[in-house]
């Protein structure tokens, strides 16, 4: 499955943006996540979705201000993002599992990914 992310952008901290990531192939096969790496830090988990969208699962510093989410219809992903802080300044990247496999929060079980999408949140 290809992917592609965007919807990155500069927002005040307290503002909004939601990025979407589009995919090729039979979208509603594959589990996917957000993840993100900020500069000088690790690419860490952020949230994931099951293919048909019944599970979600979130790291805890965003639980309550990120809904992810997807339109099967539209091969489509997006994370919502709301309550911006500066700690969610980083590069966005989306992921699937291989397919027919399940939503993890584990990173290393993702094995396609898109480009990243730069959030920046100024204080």
């Known amino acids: 499955v290809q992917l592609q992310a965007s919807g990155g952008g500069l927002v005040q901290a307290g503002g909004s943006l939601r990025l979407s990531c589009a995919a090729s192939?039979?979208?509603?096969?594959?589990?996917l996540g957000w993840f993100r790496q900020a500069p000088g830090k690790e690419r860490e988990f952020v949230a994931a979705?099951?293919?048909?969208?019944?599970?979600?699962y979130y790291v805890d510093s965003v639980k309550g201000r990120f809904t992810i989410s997807r339109d099967n219809a539209k091969n489509t992903m997006y994370l919502q993002m709301n309550n911006l802080k500066p700690d969610d300044t980083a590069a966005y990247y989306c992921a699937a599992r291989p397919r027919f496999s399940p939503a993890t929060m584990v990173i290393n079980d993702y094995d396609s990914w898109g480009q990243g999408t730069l959030v920046t949140v100024s204080s």
């Open positions: 192939g039979t979208f509603s096969s594959y589990a």
């Open positions: 979705i099951s293919g048909r969208g019944g599970l979600r």
